[in-house]
């Protein structure tokens, strides 16, 4: 069948879905949708659906992004708009079908909004949503709309058109889009995406390989999990054209191997892959050959760095390779020349080829276009994961997508690019995002993880958090990353202990100096970026810490200690009550008093004091209580 | 091969293409520190010591770099030095200050560089020190492990690997844990480990140290007498007692490697039960006889069997020449082609 067939086959079955009879109740089932309780959800509707002797189709997708509102449930109705329900449980599944699908009442206060041209009245277009409106989404196109174990689904929504269109230019036009895109890599780098096929291409060798970073690692990083999960087709596309564009004609996906259900669609997608003819010998009547091979990683942070990456493919211990090394792309996998890209990088090169370099420079910065990914996390009222174009300011992102700060607390800091970003302050929130602003302000894109923090965050812990990540999943070959983020981390530690010497600060820094320019890879390069960037904009609380023993944010257990009110205590008893190792006494309306050396600053006590009453506080540095007292 | 100029610290030299940075400053007498580079070994780049600037602008190791023609190279430029210092003081603070009572002590590569780059008690009380308490593996009867010493180098696995195609040690854990390990991390003489020792030799600390034993007087060059491969050795004697064996580096046998009955199979020299004697039997025992005595008794019994009666089986210790004459007697003289060899240690 040719393509065109094959497109206009899917077509049919996508249209016959979105125009038929039927409702449709499209379920958001990816990982974190299941873990909010999709399937039980899928049931509720199943349940509901019989019993009430209602037909409907229940389709399951991936995810769209906003974890705050999982899990998410599409409900389309014929003829009427595309309905978003957030926070779906069981009882509201069996309520929709009853007002919803049997009746006409769209429950508007449980909807997250429209999807669509359509629109009912009362809900507002999600796109419109201030959470939404700023968001650009391309990776992240099909994700939450198409089901990804159906590839006509992909097909008839611009799937594999762009290797279509691929196979009928040369290797050397397919790299000249890439490069004119403009596209860097998404794993976090940036490299040009372009150059890199280039060079690929242009690297002598019979045998060359293709391979995807899907060995995402970064603590608070999913994105390229909802990729594959909600739309893995795109990342198979994206590598065969890769594979065709610079000659290859074996692909790896180097994939989690903690993500079983990312693994299984990606299997499901090759498999279908090869039956429509766009994997295996003779792509679409070409002579062009390709196959995929996936590899569940092998469970280390630093198999995500791309030359340990090979080795482990190779059955190697993964451990960057040594510069001054020949690139990955003269000898990479088995010394091969290979293509190596992060998951949303191949995702975005179908809809380059297929769209053209211009459409995809159409947005983003004359030096980072695109958009970029981001897992927006920590203390604001929306998290989870977001596309926007790349030009966009911190203060955008976290004060309108992400919805500002939750409970009302006041913005601190946001941390950019897992374990090797830094940490930036409220000044710098209006810095837009992209790769070079982000790295000339301390920090890095990185893979895209976005942690905000509020007032109640201590920043030497922070950093002493993310030297607690490094420091393990450190390959432990060279010596400034093995003994450096140690000492980095021993040091941080003892500051949050208030062991924390004068000379300590000038030390982190000089350490972290040297752990940047002496490691050999980037995970120990980039390992101090965390303490750096905190010194540079919260010396202050290092200072504090050092100097007065104190935790400004009153979060370092050591520093602080709370405190009953004498003149507020009612002495209604529930702290005592509450109290884990019983260091509350006083009688029933009396005020009552903590017994320091018992306390293990749980903030327990804190926690349960009536809002009425707040005559529990917390103090730092600890001797404050003695000038309380 | 051309010859390329480059220059070091303001010093021109030449050096071959095809060689290191730290390969041309040592083959012209100059000191780049460094740990994990050993010369019979490939460069792994690890310790990051022998790192240096490279014409002004990068700053990269020296073991892994190729000379270029024109190219300047500086090893005290400050950043240069700072990541260097660091770097070093980062493994004395994880390292025991047991130098007095340390095997490596005075050879020790750790103390060489320290001392080189500059570290002083002030500079490494800036850091919390933190030594491994790993027990000693004492299981192998010739040397012992001490990963509390180790600085994971990893010239031991590369000696394993590239010199005796063992692989009897590899990388294992990750972080800070990380150690040089057996496969399953079992004691070293339940590996694959066949003792031969040149891991010791190689180890710039004592995380490899063989077993406490007396330091020589003097030292004798000999031949091992083990084998016909016949390498060349240095014996260790103290009084008239031999207290160790290490390989004659110009000896273009062996060039210094050994293997585990050369290295450490010398107690017997001064075994009490060592034969030193030719034994003659009479009357059905063995008793202490001259050379004379001895070959004479041979003579005359070799001559009263000639021909298919007799056969002789050779010794893979004795030399190939000896062991040609064997064969050569067995054959000419003995009048029967029944020889044969252990050929085997």
Known sequence: MSFAELQKKARQEWDELQNGDIPQIIVGTATCGRSAGAMAVIKAFEDALKEKGVQAVIVEVGCIGPCYAEPLVNIAKPGKAVIAYRNVTKAMAAELVDSYLIGDDPLPHYTLGTIGEKTVEGIPRILDTPSFKPQERRVFRNCGIIDPTNINHYLANEGYAGLNKALGMTQEAVVDEMKRSGLRGRGGGGFPAGRKWEAGLKAKGSQKYVVCNADEGDPGAFMDRAVIEGDPHSVIEGMIIAGYAIGADTGYIYVRAEYPLAIRRLERAIKQAHEKGFLGKNILGTDFSFDINIFPGAGAFVCGESTALTLSIEGKRGMPRVAPRPRTTEAGLYDKPTLLNNVKTFSSAPMIITRGAEWFASVGTEKSTGTAIFALTGKVNNCGLIEVPMGITLREIIFDIGGGIADGGKFKAVQTGGPSGGCLPEALLDTPIDYD?????GSIMGSGGMVVMDEKTCMVDVARYFLDFTEIESCGQCVPCRLGTKQLLDILKDICKGKGKKKDLELLVELSHSVHGGSVCGLGQTAANPVLSTIRYFRDEYEAHINDKCCPAKVCKPLIAFHILEDKCAGCTLCARSCPVSAISGEKKKVHVIDQKLCVQCGVCMEKCPKKFSAVECVSPKEKIMEVA | MSSVTITIDGIKISAEEGMTVLQAAQANGLYIPNLCNHPDLRPAGLCRVCVVKQDDWKITISCKLPVKEGMVISTEDPAVQQIRKNTVELLIANHPMTCLTCEADSKCELQRVAHYVGITPDSINRYRRSVRSIPLDTSNPFFDID??????????????????????????????????????????AESRCESCGECVVRCPVAALATKKSLQPMREVRSICSYCGVGCGIHLGVRGDKIVGVRGDQENPV?????????????????????????????DGVLVEASWDEALDRIVEKFSEHKGEKFAALASARITNEDNYLIQKFTRAVMGTNNIDHCARL
């Open chain 2, 147 to 188: 990963h509390n010493k180790c600085i994971m180098c990893g010239i031991c696995v590369r000696t394993c690997d590239e010199l005796q195609n063992i692989n009897a040690i590899d990388y294992a854990q990750r972080g800070v844990a990380s150690l040089i390990s057996t496969l399953g991390n079992k004691p070293i």
């Open chain 2, 254 to 282: 062996n060039r210094g490697s050994l293997c585990v009955k050369g290295r450490f199979g010398y107690r017997f020299i001064n075994h009490p039960e060592r034969l030193t004697t030719p034994l003659v039997k009479k």
């Open chain 1, 437 to 441: 602003s982000l790295d000339a302000a």
